[in-house]
């Protein structure tokens, strides 16, 4: 898609409920906040080499809960790096 629509430059992840607690009870699980910090070295490093390949710069962001329950259950450390 970034190659595609060039006018994106980056990518919002919306994952406001890890661990579940959602609107939906049936989803979520204790793996959320490890699958949160995978997901986003991944995608870092897949904008990184699309970056390397086309020289444009791309962000990548996310919206978490601010609940200090949620935050908890996310490595934001490992997710950063």
Known sequence: MLK???FFDGLDIDWEFPGGG???AALGSE???EG???LMIDLRA???ALSAEN?????LTAVV???VEKLAKVDCEQAAS
């Open 22 to 24: 959602g609107a939906n």
């Open 46 to 48: 897949a904008l990184n």
């Open 4 to 6: 595609q629509y060039r």
């Open 36 to 38: 949160f910090a995978t």
């Open 55 to 59: 020289g444009r710069s791309y962000e």
């Open 65 to 67: 809960s601010g609940g």
């Open 31 to 33: 793996q959320d906040g």
